[in-house]
């Protein structure tokens, strides 16, 4: 079990979470910019929004075959659990960060618009 966690909490493990993090703000940029309603969407809000790291990270397992996964994870579906696992972390990571440091101007950009006007 020790030698699986560090195998799952690695650099380029962290690098996988970063892109998630990246290709949901992306998506839901352009998401919010096509459907101009969702961000009054009681469904986008509490439904897909919190899905968002985790479909990412599920379809980035799926289609990525040559990263370097954890030796525990060779098989179609192992990758695809690590990609929704990554996506969790990604999401959880944000939301930590966003509470601790609420005025990074970085952080900020990674929120949506609804967070913004609820501040």
Same mark, same amino acid.
């Given at each position: 079990?020790?030698?699986l966690l560090e195998q799952i909490f690695t650099l380029t493990?962290?690098?996988f979470c970063l892109v998630?993090?990246?290709l949901v703000k992306i998506q839901r940029?352009?998401?919010e910019r096509i459907w101009k309603g $969702?961000? +009054?969407s009681k469904w986008w809000n509490e439904f897909f929004m919190p899905l968002g790291p985790l479909g990412t990270g599920a379809l980035m397992g799926a289609l990525i075959v040559e990263y370097?996964?954890?030796? $525990?994870? +060779?098989t179609f579906w192992a990758r695809v659990f690590f990609g929704v696992f990554m996506g969790m972390a990604a999401g959880t990571f944000v939301r930590m960060a966003l509470k601790i440091w609420?005025?990074?101007?970085?952080l900020k950009m990674l929120k949506s618009k609804d967070q913004?006007?609820?501040k």
């Open positions: 079990m020790e030698n493990n962290v690098a998630i993090v990246v940029g352009l998401l $969702s961000v +009054d370097p996964y954890p030796s $525990s994870f +060779d609420p005025d990074n101007k970085v913004k006007e609820n």
